[in-house]
């Protein structure tokens, strides 16, 4: 029987094609570190790689196992830039702090693919990638991106689509334009988790899967991490739960919220098949985005976050294929043969929060449907401030990111009704 996570519902399209998935023992017993990191995705399981690679004695603390979370189920997008447009971030911040924002982004990518291929991790990357319009009223913003891109922030890669290219790479006509990034694209999420783990474990990180942290601790320039089978206390220490942490740390809880997002995997369509024949993945412009992609194998993995109250495979599988059928009539019927949701973590702006939330202790996490790329680098980022230079993951720290309102009682239902609300909007 394949493995299900406890915290997500669904076997994911991923998981079924990893053959060796290997584990890593929980914690048995109190032990001492320089860092101790919380949370195994893609943020922690980077940070270990690079502090072990360094020399730092490193601890890493896994509720469940790797790739559970968000970094193992999610919809395998890079994408370019932040989450918000570069011209959003210099309207906020100016256009030299919004150009360093972007030029860091950039680095992650090109840190991800590199990592990648120094480690001999197949993380299945297929280039390019195309954000597509569902009103008309915004084709006018998306023309001026892919001229602002290539004329301010030194990006070439992105052009402009109109209604006839758009339906010839998509292979349907329910979008009206949008642009074409052939400087991104789409890779295996779960195969990078693994890898990356194997890397770390390589590098001499001491890796705990199935060990749930109850709590933590900042005193006399030590941190204490609390477990049921034993205390891990460091000099240091990064949260990287993103949107698994409960109440475990109150300011990032309030900082950054979880919402759901749910994939179905298709059967493969076959060679011939119109749908993306280039092989692209896809985002639109809704509030409440859509992302699809064709998987290695010729499968549709489509995923979106309008079903608030599903939470077995059945319930996702409709869902889902009701949504496929909006932009591919003719797969009305299609089968889905794997269909799981997980958690995002999100911000109010949109924004990544990193921010040190007690003494020696950072919290990094709400890449808002960003995170394949960013959040990779980040744990290099506290890598290197560990070793000394913060300066690069202070341009993260010094974001404008507030509180969700409503305080821990009314954070989730305010939430609820605003993503609703704008589910609305993306309809009328």
């Known amino acids: 029987m394949p493995y299900q996570s406890p915290?997500?519902?669904?076997?994911?399209?991923?998981?079924?094609?990893?053959?060796?998935?290997?584990?890593?023992?929980?914690?048995?017993?109190?032990r001492t570190a320089d860092v101790v990191i919380v949370g195994g995705g893609f943020t922690g399981l980077s940070a270990a790689v690079h502090l072990a690679s360094a020399g730092v004695d490193v601890v890493l603390l896994e509720a469940y196992r790797f790739g559970d979370g968000a970094s193992g189920r999610n919809g395998g997008q890079l994408g370019t830039g932040q989450r918000a447009w570069a011209e959003e971030l210099e309207g906020q911040y100016g256009f030299t702090r919004a150009k360093a924002l972007f030029d860091l982004a950039e680095e992650a990518k090109a840190h991800l693919l590199q990592f990648a291929d120094t480690h001999k991790i197949d993380i299945e990357f297929v280039p390019g990638q195309m954000s597509v319009v569902h009103k008309k009223r915004y084709l006018k913003d998306y023309r001026a991106h892919a001229e602002l891109m290539a004329t301010r922030f030194g990006y070439p890669h992105i052009h402009y689509m109109d209604a006839a290219e758009t339906a010839e790479r998509l292979g349907s006509t329910r979008y009206l334009g949008g642009v074409y990034d052939a400087g991104t694209g789409h890779i295996q999420p779960m195969k990078l988790v693994v890898g990356t783990a194997q890397a770390a474990a390589r590098a001499g990180a001491h890796l705990h899967e199935n060990t749930r942290v109850t709590g933590i601790t900042s005193q006399n320039g030590r941190v204490t991490v609390a477990t049921a089978k034993g205390n891990v206390t460091a000099a240091k220490c990064l949260i990287a739960v993103n949107a698994y942490g409960g109440n475990l740390e109150p300011v990032s809880a309030?900082?950054?919220?979880?919402?759901?997002?749910?994939?179905?995997?298709?059967?493969?369509?076959?060679e011939n098949s119109p749908v993306l024949p280039g092989g692209e993945s896809v985002d639109d412009s809704r509030f409440v985005v859509r992302y699809f992609r064709r998987s290695k194998d010729g499968r549709l993995l489509f995923g979106g976050r309008e079903a608030y109250t599903a939470d077995n495979p059945l319930d996702i599988s409709t869902h889902i294929r009701r949504q496929i059928a909006e932009i591919y009539p003719a797969l009305a019927d299609v089968e889905i043969t794997q269909a799981w949701g997980g958690s995002v973590g999100i911000t109010l702006p949109r924004q990544p929060f990193v921010r040190e939330v007690m003494p020696n202790v950072i919290s990094a996490g709400g890449y808002s449907g960003h995170g394949v790329m960013l959040s990779n680098y980040v744990g290099k980022l506290y890598a290197e401030t560990v070793a000394g230079n913060r300066d690069r993951l202070k341009l993260l720290e010094e974001l404008k990111v507030p509180a969700f309102p409503g305080g821990r009682t009314f954070r989730a239902p305010l939430l609820f009704l605003a993503l609703s609300w704008y589910a609305l909007m993306d309809r009328i």
Do not use: N
């Open 7 to 30: 915290i997500s519902p669904g076997v994911s399209w991923y998981e079924s094609t990893i053959a060796d998935r290997t584990e890593y023992p929980a914690l048995d017993g109190s």
């Open 254 to 270: 309030s900082h950054v919220m979880p919402i759901r997002s749910f994939i179905g995997a298709t059967v493969p369509l076959g």
